[in-house]
């Protein structure tokens, strides 16, 4: 089954999600690539591109970053507002309802990011058009469903134009312009509805745009 991934089924997703479901909504922690990829970069500007409940952008605002979080649906900035008024960091944090397909942010950051959002167009076109938002010097990361997986730890199925490999991310970006700094494909595991287990097939993609 495949979906739009417009506005309408954004907001139901939301709507019908739960505190305790997978991945990063309501409470649930950061994607743990984000550290790791961001750890060691010194604060400064970053977009979140489909910030969903905000845990990303949270975790960055807390460790300095003033951060634009970005997403087509009002009730995920609703929950990351919350979430965010609680941690202390709002101050450093814009939230924006926004179709990524269309909207574009008028500025360049240092660090533009996105984890599992997929707008109403092709995946790795709507990677380009991030890409395209960070700053000389600054850095793509890119988090995504592993092409040719099936369950994403949602409770859904992505078709194949969700979905990436880290060979087909690093192809668009030019090697004159950009420095791959992570290229990796991983499965790790999630406790999904009922309790269970369900593994999650990632890529993931960290570059450096040359000065």
């Known amino acids: 089954m495949t979906y739009g991934f417009d506005k309408d089924f954004w907001e139901r997703h939301w709507q019908q999600g739960r505190a305790g479901d997978t991945g ?10 984000l550290a790791r990829e961001t750890g060691g ?3 400064g500007t970053a977009l979140d591109a489909g910030c969903g409940g905000g845990a ?18 009002s009730e995920a900035l609703a929950r990351a507002a919350e979430r ?16 990524l397909s269309v909207w574009t942010p008028g500025a360049r950051f240092d660090l533009v990011m996105t984890h599992y959002a997929h707008p109403a167009m092709p995946q790795l076109e709507f990677y380009d058009r991030i890409a395209g938002w960070v700053a000389p010097g600054g850095t793509l990361l890119v988090v995504g469903h592993l ?6 730890g949602h409770g859904h199925h992505p078709p194949a134009e969700a979905s990436a490999t880290a060979a087909s991310i690093t192809a668009r970006l030019d090697g004159t312009e950009w420095e791959i700094v992570t290229a990796e494909e991983h499965v790790r595991t999630l406790t999904g509805h009922g309790g269970r ?14 000065p």
């Open 84 to 99: 965010a008024a609680a941690s202390g960091a709002g101050e450093r944090l814009r939230w924006v309802e926004a179709d």
């Open 24 to 33: 990063s909504m309501g409470g649930n922690p950061p994607n743990p690539y």
């Open 147 to 152: 092409h040719a997986h099936g369950s994403t």
């Open 41 to 43: 970069l010194a604060p």
């Open 197 to 210: 287990a369900a593994p999650l097939h990632d890529v993931v993609v960290r570059a450096t745009r040359r």
């Open 56 to 73: 990303e952008a949270i975790w960055l605002a807390s460790r300095g970053w003033q951060v634009t979080a970005a997403d087509i649906s």
